[in-house]
């Protein structure tokens, strides 16, 4: 059974960071691509960023270049989002995702419940 579980959100102040993590179990973690989305109160799903586990690549929203950084540690089988000079913006439910390609514009197969990150202003 796929498991994908994210910890790390919390309440920070604007210009402050957090490190968000998604433990994943269940398929081989080597041969998927792990992502972030988010989704704001009353705004659609957002695709954050995503890293492939095959080649290492990773992409990134426009919105969060320069501030986010995606990795992942294939030892542990849990893929990390580090986030810097926060916004009120950023504000969302974060969501882990997988599937055996990047996929932030269409959504991916399996997901996580989510971990909620409050940028206070």
């Known amino acids: 059974e796929v498991q994908l579980v994210e910890s790390g959100g919390g309440l920070v102040q604007a210009g402050g960071s957090l490190r968000l993590s998604c433990a994943a179990s269940g398929f081989t973690f080597d041969n998927y691509a792990i992502a972030w989305f988010r989704q704001a109160p009353g705004k659609e799903r957002e695709g954050v960023s995503c890293?492939?586990?095959?080649?290492?690549?990773?992409y990134y929203a426009d919105s969060v270049k320069g501030r986010f950084t995606i990795s992942s540690d294939n030892a542990k089988n849990t893929v990390y989002l580090q986030m810097s000079s926060l916004k009120s913006g950023d504000t969302a439910v974060y969501y882990c995702?997988?599937?055996?390609?990047?996929?932030?514009?269409?959504?991916?197969?399996?997901w996580g419940k989510g971990t909620l990150v409050t940028v206070s202003s």
């Open positions: 890293i492939s586990n095959g080649d290492g690549k990773s």
């Open positions: 995702a997988a599937d055996v390609h990047c996929a932030l514009l269409y959504g991916m197969g399996y």
